[in-house]
C-alpha cells in the first residue's frame, strides 16, 4: 500500500522553501529518531556478523535473536559511576563528546529519503529530505571535519597521555584520509553538475555513478574506514597501544556519547555513498531503468536508501572480521603515498578525457562507459602489483644485521620496528647462569 503519492516533477528547492516550520520540526525529530534506532541496531548487527564470521553466535539471549542486548548495553552506560578526571579541563570535557555527536546528527540533515511527495489528507508536498542547498556535499566535509575536535578536545582535556596521543593520531589521519575522500568526490561532482545531494540522486536517473567511475568509489570507501576510526584505521583508539586512545579517561555516558559518534558517523559516510554513488533512494537495476516508475514513488524511496546503507555497513564489519590493525607508519603511508595519488591520477585522467572528448565533439557517454572498463582494469592491475610486492617482501631475504634499539632512549619505552632488535636482557643473562650453576652442583 502506497502512503505517500510522488510528485517529481516539483523543483526540490522550491518544494523545501514552502515547508512550514512544523513540518522541519517533524523531519528533524524522524532524522534523530532514524539515527538513533540504527545505532541501537548498527551495535547489534555488528556483533552477530562478527559472531558468525568466527563461528560463534553473537548475542542471542535478550529478546529474540538478542535484538535487545544493544539497550542492555546502553543501560549499562547509562547507570554506570560517571567519573571526572581531576586534572582535566572540565568544560572541555564535557563538551567533546557532545560536539561529536553533533556533527554526526547535522550529515544526515541533507541526504534525500526521497523525491517530493504529496503528503495525504493535506494539500502540501514536500521532499523526504529535511535541506539541500547547492554546496550540500560540501556541508557533509564541513561537520566531518568538525567532528574530530571532538577527538582532539576530549583527548588534550582529559589532562593524560594516552588521550592526548589518540587525538594527535585523529587530527593527522582526518587529514590525510579527508584529502582522499575529497579528491574521489570532484569527478561525482563533474558528472553530476551539482553539489546539491538530490541534483547528484537526480543526475542518476539513467545510470549510478559507480559505474564510470568505479576507482573513486574505491577509493571513497576506503576513505571513508580511515575516516570513522574503524578496523584496521582505529589508531586513536588502539588498545593495545593506547589503552582506548582519546577515550581512555571516559565513563558512564560521556563515553556513550563518543561511542554513539562512532556508529552514527559509519551510517553518515555509507548513506553518503549510497547517496553519491549508488543512486540514493532510486531503485536498482532493472528495477527502475525498466520502466517500473512505482518503484521510485510511495515507500519504496526510504526502503531502497536504508537497503544501501546496510549494505555498506556490512562491508565495514565484514573489513573488521577480516583485516588485522595497520602499523601507524604502514596506515599514514597507505594514505599519503598510495590514496592520494591515485586520487590525483583518476581525476585528471577522468578531466583530461572528457575535456578531449568534448573538444573533437564526441559523445562523453561513450568516454564514460570507456573511462569505467579502463578504470575497473586500472583497479585490477594495481591489485595485482600489490600483491606481488606482497609475496616479493615474503620471499627469504640475505641476513642483515638488526639495528640494536635503546628502547629508553626517549625517557619512555618505545618498541622495536621490525628492522630492529631489543638489548639482550642482563637479568636473562643471571637466569642462565644460575641455571648452569645449579645443574653443576647435581653434577657433583
Known amino acids: 500500500m502506497h502512503v505517500l503519492a510522488s510528485t517529481s516533477d516539483v523543483p526540490v528547492a522550491e518544494a523545501l522553501a514552502a515547508d512550514p516550520l512544523w513540518l522541519v520540526i517533524v523531519k528533524a525529530v524522524l532524522v534523530v529518531v532514524f539515527l538513533l534506532t540504527s545505532v541501537l541496531f548498527a551495535v ?8 558468525r564470521l568466527q563461528e560463534r553466535p553473537g548475542p542471542n539471549r535478550l529478546g529474540p535473536f538478542g535484538l535487545l542486548q544493544s539497550v542492555a548495553d546502553a543501560m549499562k552506560l547509562l547507570f554506570k559511576e560517571d567519573i571526572t578526571v581531576r586534572r582535566s579541563e572540565k568544560a572541555l570535557y564535557i563538551a567533546a563528546p557532545m ?3 553533533f556533527c554526526a546528527l547535522l550529515i544526515f540533515s541533507v541526504i534525500p529519503f526521497g523525491p517530493v511527495t504529496h503528503i495525504p489528507g493535506t494539500d502540501m508536498s514536500t521532499p523526504l529530505q529535511l535541506t539541500d542547498f547547492s554546496v550540500a556535499v560540501l556541508f557533509i566535509l564541513a561537520c566531518a571535519a568538525l567532528g574530530v575536535y571532538g577527538i582532539v578536545l576530549g583527548g588534550w582535556a582529559s589532562g593524560s597521555t ?66 570513522t576510526n574503524r578496523l584496521p584505521f582505529d589508531l586513536p583508539e588502539a588498545e593495545g597501544e593506547l589503552v582506548a586512545g582519546f577515550m581512555t579517561e571516559y565513563s558512564s555516558m560521556k563515553f556513550a556519547w563518543f561511542f554513539l559518534a562512532e556508529y552514527m558517523n559509519m551510517i553518515n559516510v555509507s548513506a553518503v555513498a549510497s547517496t553519491l554513488f549508488l543512486g540514493g533512494w532510486r531503485a536498482p537495476w532493472p ?13 519504496f524511496p526510504p526502503i531502497w536508501l536504508i537497503l544501501k546503507i546496510w549494505l555498506l555497513m556490512f562491508v565495514f564489519v565484514w573489513i ?54 579502463i578504470a575497473i582494469l586500472l583497479v585490477v ?31 619512555y619505552p618505545v618498541p622495536p620496528l621490525p628492522h630492529q632488535v631489543l638489548p639482550p636482557s642482563p637479568r636473562s643473562g643471571r637466569t642462565v647462569e644460575a641455571h648452569v650453576g645449579s645443574r653443576e652442583e647435581d653434577s657433583e
Open 44 to 51: 547489534w548487527f555488528e556483533r552477530r556478523v562478527i559472531g
Open 99 to 101: 560536539i561529536s555527536v
Open 162 to 227: 594516552y588521550p592526548l596521543m589518540g587525538a594527535i593520531r585523529s587530527t593527522a589521519q582526518v587529514i590525510s584520509y579527508e584529502l582522499a575522500m575529497g579528491l574521489s568526490l570532484v569527478t561525482v561532482f563533474m558528472l553530476s553538475g551539482t553539489m546539491s545531494t538530490s541534483g547528484i540522486v537526480e543526475a542518476q536517473t539513467d545510470r549510478w555513478w559507480i559505474w564510470p567511475l568505479f576507482p573513486a568509489f574505491i577509493l571513497y570507501v576506503i576513505s571513508m574506514v580511515g575516516e
Open 287 to 299: 528495477a527502475s531503468w525498466a520502466g517500473a516508475d512505482f518503484l521510485n514513488s510511495g515507500i
Open 320 to 373: 573488521r572480521g577480516s583485516v588485522l590493525r595497520f602499523r601507524y607508519d604502514q596506515f599514514m603511508k597507505f594514505g599519503w603515498k598510495i590514496l592520494i595519488p591515485v586520487g590525483l591520477g583518476w581525476l585528471v585522467f577522468f578531466a583530461v578525457g572528457r575535456a578531449t572528448f568534448d573538444h573533437f565533439g564526441r559523445d562523453l557517454n561513450v568516454f564514460d562507459a570507456v573511462a569505467g572498463v
Open 381 to 411: 592491475a594495481v591489485w595485482s602489483f600489490i600483491s606481488d610486492a606482497a609475496a616479493k617482501d615474503e620471499e627469504p631475504r640475505e641476513d642483515v644485521e638488526p639495528e640494536v634499539l635503546d628502547a629508553f632512549a626517549g625517557g
